[in-house]
Structure formats: structure tokens, C-alpha cells
């Protein structure tokens, strides 16, 4: 990774690569994307958009997410995802494709899942069409 973070100095990477395992451990242990009480994955690509200032960094963790989803990170989260992909990274197409899995999957609440589609992407016609099913 070092070449790439270079706006961040040495300690700085140290730092966050040892909140990037605690992030790890807790989303292994609890199975979850981000939470209030345990430090997770989405948590953590918070920490690295707006406070280390880091987008790369956060990509990769959103990756690694991304393919674990639904896997061995509990599909509920599909909208918390979806919606920081599209609000903290402002990548709308990559939210978009998570959407659709989130769709594909079952695992979320049609009415949810439009709400988030609108908000997030303001598919207005997409959402639609996931409400009259």
C-alpha cells in the first residue's frame, strides 16, 4: 500500500492500519458493515474519507466488503453500503451495481431498497418499478 497513501506519513499509516484490523477483527466477529459500538469496516472507510483524507484506502476496504457481502458480512447491510458508496465515495454507478445485488438477493426490504434507490440515485423510476414488484 505505501506508495499510494503517500499524502499520509509513516505514522499515520500505522496508525490506521491498526484500526484497518481491529475493523477487520469486529466485522469478522459480529458480521457486521458498520455499527454504533463495534468498529467495523464501513467505520473505518469513514475514518479514511474524511478524517486521513484517504479515498484509495477506502476504496480497497469497500472492496473487500463488497465481496464479502452477504457472505460473511450479514446481507442486511447491503443498504448502508450501497448508500456509502454513493454518499462518502460520490460513486453512484458502483452503488448502483450494489443496489441491484441487493435486489437480486432478497434479503432487503422491497419498500426499504426503493426509498434508498431514490434517495441515493434519485431513480425515481427504478424505485418504482421495485415497489409495484
Known amino acids: 500500500m505505501g506508495k499510494t497513501m503517500s499524502s499520509l506519513s509513516e505514522t499515520q499509516i500505522r496508525k490506521y ?7 477487520e477483527e469486529n466485522t469478522n466477529k459480529t458480521g457486521y458493515f458498520i455499527d454504533e459500538f ?3 469496516y464501513g467505520n473505518f472507510a469513514e475514518d479514511l474519507i474524511y478524517e486521513a483524507k484517504d479515498k484509495e484506502w477506502a476504496i ?4 473487500i466488503v463488497e465481496d464479502r ?3 460473511d458480512i ?3 447491510f447491503y443498504l448502508h453500503f450501497a448508500g456509502a458508496i454513493s454518499n462518502d465515495l460520490g460513486d453512484k454507478e458502483w452503488a448502483k451495481k450494489i443496489y441491484k445485488n441487493a435486489e437480486e438477493s432478497n434479503m432487503v426490504d422491497k419498500d426499504e431498497l426503493a426509498d434508498e434507490i431514490e434517495a441515493n440515485l434519485s ?3 427504478w424505485a418504482k418499478k421495485i415497489r409495484n414488484g
Not at 492500519?17 to 475493523?23: I, M, N, T, V
Not at 480497497?60 to 472492496?63: E, N, Q, S, T
Open 60 to 63: 480497497k476496504i469497500y472492496k
Open 123 to 125: 431513480d425515481k423510476e
Open 74 to 76: 450479514d446481507g442486511s
Open 17 to 23: 492500519k491498526k484500526l484497518q484490523d481491529k475493523a
Open 38 to 40: 463495534d468498529y467495523c
Open 69 to 71: 457481502m452477504g457472505i
